[in-house]
Nanobody, 126 residues
Framework: QVQLVESGGGLVQAGGSLRLSCAAS????????VGWLRQAPGKEREFVAA????????VYADSVKGRFTISRVNSKNTLYLQMNSLKPEDTAVYYC???????????????????WGQGTQVTVSS
């Protein structure tokens, strides 16, 4: 099972940018569709973005389309999330996650994600 460690969170003003990274180890990252989900205080964990195992397909939540970009570098076992035009409502703990099985079609369904990182806090001030 792949292990995932997020980094890059922090405090930023509204309108600013952050790039999150997720380093993978212990598994076959290059064969796994992966994504980012987030959880704000008092709310359920929600899907943000996902990318297919080969990088050919991406899926975004409507709330982040046009502002966030997901990408991956399989040779570095790393997943990224570039977040631009950040809003206070983007404040949450962001989790990196991998689909349950290799070569799965990329989806936004939370139930399809099996391996999770520990999360990184993103706080956007108004």
């Amino acid at each position: 099972q792949v292990q995932l460690v997020e980094s890059g969170g922090g405090l930023v003003q509204a309108g600013g940018s952050l790039r999150l990274s997720c380093a993978a180890s212990g598994g076959t990252f290059g064969s796994m569709s992966v994504g980012w989900l987030r959880q704000a205080p008092g709310k359920e964990r929600e899907f943000v973005a996902a990318i297919s195992w080969n990088g050919d397909s991406t899926v975004y939540a409507d709330s982040v389309k046009g502002r966030f970009t997901i990408s991956r570098v399989n040779s570095k076992n790393t997943l990224y999330l570039q977040m631009n035009s950040l809003k206070p409502e983007d404040t949450a703990v962001y989790y990196c996650a991998a689909h349950r099985k290799p070569y799965m079609v990329v989806t936004s369904l939370r139930a399809d994600f099996g391996s999770w990182g520990q999360g990184t806090q993103v706080t956007v001030s108004s």
